[in-house]
């Protein structure tokens, strides 16, 4: 499940991650956008809820210096050894850009930078060397953690997961279908041992089809039209049936856009439907070759009408063990 969960405290969140392990979730995997920021969730968990596996998806690889990032990976490690992976990617030129004042520049380069340095430093060897994108000078961390956690790359695009498949310890998959899946492992190519596939899958667990749709194509605008997940899709095939949602966007019909969005694409990207129907469509995904299905969970009328006790109920229907809760 991605956390935290909106519309409830951080502080509130200990009984969400004790409903969570309830219901067989195996892993809490945070983002970092404008919300939280990557770890703080995490390290709640670990307190919380030591037997849950923790994931960031993604910490920027722009938006720390290489040492900050090597330490706040490095702290969350030591605090849960052996059940913590660290998923780094290139993030956005808004969120890079404009929210943190730092260059856009070469994401790849810097990505890949990122991933070598990271593990270097991690591994607690000193790091000294220049790289294409940044030069660090003699950094040791002063705490290495005795398990190194693996390190996943977010990727889209095949130059992103020919780098995921030769140098990382797995991928961090987002905003495709399940259909899209074998495509993108398929640039992956040669993998290290134990390799793990991740994707992020956003699921509106309502049967007000009409609800779901609606926020679903507010999300699609909102992210698709980012020219990398444009660029993604257009590489997925989705050139004709987003076309007229990137036109309007461009001329700047935002409620053109939406119109535009057909049913089709927002039923593939954003899962809905009762828990148990998006259960199963989430199984669709482990079918295709993801080893780590990880939720992100989207407002619905029954939930804002519900409160925690229908949370709980919820994440009880959607865990792995649902069929049985």
Known sequence: MTVPLGGIPLADHAAVYATLDRASFTDVW???????????????????????RLGTAVAPVFTRGPGLLAMSAAALAET??????????????????????????????????????LRAALAGQTVDQAYDTFTVRRFTLERPPAVPPPILL??????MLRLAGAEADGVILNWLAAED????????????????????IFVCP????????????????SY?????YAAFHRWLGRDEVLGPMWAAWAA???????????????DALILHGSPEQCRAQVRRYADAGVDVPVLALLPTPELTAGGPAALSALIARLGPNGAEA
């Not at 992956?188 to 134990?194: S, V």
């Not at 700047?252 to 119109?259: F, H, I, P, T």
């Open 206 to 221: 309502t049967e007000d089809a009409g609800h779901a749709r609606a926020l679903g194509r507010r999300m699609i605008t």
């Open 181 to 200: 899946v074998p495509r993108a492992l398929t640039e992956l190519g040669q993998r290290r041992p134990g390799f793990e596939v991740t994707a992020r």
């Open 30 to 52: 945070s983002a970092e956008v404008a919300g939280t920021d990557a770890f703080t969730p995490l390290a709640l968990a670990a307190a919380w809820q030591p037997g849950l």
């Open 224 to 228: 698709l039209t980012v020219p990398a």
């Open 252 to 266: 700047g019909d935002r409620r053109g856009a939406l119109a535009a969005v057909p049913d089709e694409v927002v």
């Open 80 to 117: 849960a050894p052996g059940r913590f992976a660290l998923g780094i990617g290139a993030s956005s030129p808004v969120v890079v850009g404009d929210w943190n004042a730092v260059p856009f520049a070469e994401p790849f380069r810097r990505s890949r930078d990122m991933l070598r340095f």
């Open 154 to 159: 977010g990727a889209l695009r095949p130059g």
